[in-house]
């Protein structure tokens, strides 16, 4: 599996295909930050797919400096439905809730809860939190806020006030008990239960949208206002904005209450207030899971967001907005296919290498094996040891599968041909290893059946 949204064989070709389009300079700079582990990597990616898509339905250049000395991503032009042309003059962004989890650390909380407990020797599943919060501000111009210090301090109380709680947990076992941390405007509480089988927590949703300006995605578009401020008077301006890890983007208006806005509401409000901008392109990946089969389907959505009417600007007319829904429907469908949701790719993305691969997974059919092509070449390279390797596939577990290699070997089968599968929309490739009958090579010398000698005879 990729560490991006999208695979990074399909990301390669759109680097590819970028040659004929970028300067050399500009490629360069986006494919450093693709392999920088970062938070600027998946940004990277979303400008690298969407300039590639963009580049597919019209003229596009990229970093023209406006008169005012501003470089936005995009240049776009086309011809229009009536033979008009048409300049789109863009930027693209990437909204992510990492401001928000660094003010209200429940993640680190719950880490730090789990790593205190295995090292002491408790079941972290025996565990659960409650962390208290509150909206804070008026009616409809609030944010949430978890009465959690930050985080460094949040560790230290962990250290100090929990640590020894757990230890006189485990020097003194009990079925069931609580801790409770409330000084100044931090409140929190700890329970331990040894019949709960998986951990718990409970706190208020923080990265809801209680607010229409006070939450990522408005600061994000407010920051590119100046960015396309200098654009040619009769130039569309656009901003797409992509989800980084961002829970407004993420989730259906369906499920807001009367206290929450949708993206779709943010941008509306943003757009309302900002004449100079034209419209603004919502970015995400919808992640279905299917309960019968337990895989999920994943594809790209986007929104195109516009004015209210009465505060369009004179150059968004009915030809023009028809003009660029189309473009942008035509453009989307050069996306790649997603292999993974945001929130996902953005916490690989910090991470070294180039993503996971298929090892543990494996299929079975009449005489063969099919393996991760890549795990087995890091076993071959001593990138991961054998046991590793067959611990991974669970064939050191007595109740579970046996080692089919092994299985073969005790058969006398020898391996008699390796075909290779490419995955499907994976970075990886299925090894697939066909074995024959039993071999004289491995196996004991055996006096064939008076039939097979018929046959034998007969050819």
Known sequence: MSNFIFPRRE????????TNVLLRDQLV???????????????????????DALSRVGKLRHEIQLPNGRKPDIELTLSSTEGLPLTIIGDVTSVSDTGLNEQNPVHTLSAELNRLASKI?????????????????????????????????????????????????????????????????VGFSLTYNRAQQFASGNYLSYSVATSRDKNPLSQSLKSKVKQLKGAPIDAIRLIIVCDGGCDLLRKSSM??????????????????????????????????????TST????????????????????????????????????????????????????????????????????????????????LQRLLAGDITANDFISSHGWNDDSGPSNPFT???????????IEIQQGDNEDDDWLTFNFGSPDPAISPFHVPHPLTLDQSDKT
């Open 121 to 185: 020797g408790l079941d972290p599943h025996h565990f659960g939190f409650k962390v208290e919060g509150a909206r804070v501000g008026p009616y409809a111009d609030s944010r949430t806020k978890l009465f959690l210090p930050k985080k460094g301090q949040l560790l230290a109380i962990m250290k100090k006030e929990v640590m020894p709680w757990m230890r006189r947990l485990k020097n003194t076992p009990k079925q069931f008990d609580h801790f409770e941390y409330a000084e100044g405007e």
């Open 296 to 375: 999920a389907t994943r594809n790209n959505s986007c929104s195109l967001v516009l004015a209210p009417p009465h505060a369009r600007s004179i150059r968004m007319t009915p030809v023009t907005i028809a003009t660029l829904e189309a473009l942008l429907q035509k453009a989307i469908a050069h996306l790649p296919r997603p292999t993974q949701t945001a929130h996902n790719a953005a916490r690989r993305c910090r991470e070294p290498g180039c993503g996971p691969d298929m090892i543990g997974g494996y299929k079975m059919k009449d005489n063969c094996v099919s393996l991760s092509s890549r795990a």
């Open 29 to 51: 700079s986006i494919v450093k930050r693709l392999n920088q582990p970062s938070d600027a990597r998946l940004p990277a990616m979303w400008e690298l797919v969407i300039l």
């Open 255 to 292: 499920m807001n209450t009367h206290e929450t806005f949708s993206s779709i509401e943010v941008a509306e409000n943003f757009l309302r207030k900002n004449s100079n901008i034209d419209a603004v392109l919502l970015m995400t990946i919808n992640e279905q899971w299917s309960a019968m």
């Open 11 to 18: 990301l390669q070709m759109t680097i590819d295909r970028l």
């Open 407 to 417: 299985r073969m070997m005790t058969a006398g089968r020898m391996i008699t041909n």
